[in-house]
């Protein structure tokens, strides 16, 4: 988990995002629609940051080690799971 903390105004701003299915001032949990567009849209050859900016996300409010370790996270679950491990 990041050590960034998500300030009430950045809480309330991501919630207003239909691919977040919750958050709290320090996790983010991202709908299986996300997911799932992450990950053919990174089979493509998208960058990760562009794809979470490109749902909506802003990319301070994140940070770049939140988007980084959910990029491996989500990666080595579909390659070992395929879409049920998403």
Known sequence: MSKKCFTTQEQA???TNPYVKNVSAKAITYTDAFKERFIQE???????????????F???????????????????????QGPAGL
């Open 13 to 15: 701003q991501l919630r």
């Open 42 to 56: 990174y089979n493509q050859g998208k960058l990760p940051s562009e794809i979470f900016q490109g749902a909506g």
């Open 58 to 80: 802003a990319l301070d409010v994140l940070g770049a080690t939140r988007i980084k370790k959910a990029s491996n996270r989500w990666r080595t679950a579909y390659q070992e």
